[in-house]
Nanobody, 123 residues
């Protein structure tokens, strides 16, 4: 069973940075992974996705500020978040699928999810 464990969340001021990590433990190596976030009262939205080849996709709201990366040897997914804004405040979760394809921010192909890590940005 694939387990995804996120870490690195916290509270920062506007303009600050955080680096989230998501460690996948399984004999199955995910082909695609992504970060999603959900703020109270809002639907979960895709933030950034990456596939086995390293191709990436970002939500327009985070382009130029967030960077998704992966260490496939260690089976760890990262999200470097710079120039954080109060509207970035949310619970951030990672997701994974063994099905190969282009990186996607749709929840559909992802069948493994972590518990999430809270990110709070104050103005």
């Amino acid at each position: 069973q694939v387990q995804l464990v996120e870490s690195g969340g916290g509270s920062v001021q506007s303009g600050g940075s955080l680096r989230l990590s998501c460690e996948a433990s399984s004999f199955l190596r995910p082909s695609r992974m992504a970060w999603f976030r959900q703020a109270p009262g809002n639907q979960r939205e895709g933030v950034a996705g990456i596939n086995r080849d390293g191709s990436t996709r970002y939500a327009d709201s985070v382009k130029g500020r967030f960077t998704i990366s992966q260490d496939r040897a260690k089976n760890i997914l990262y999200l470097q978040m710079n120039s954080l804004k109060p509207e970035d405040t949310a619970m951030y979760s990672c997701a994974a699928t063994p099905v190969s394809g282009s990186p996607t921010l749709s929840q559909n192909p992802y069948n493994f999810w972590g518990q999430g890590t809270q990110v709070t940005v104050s103005s």
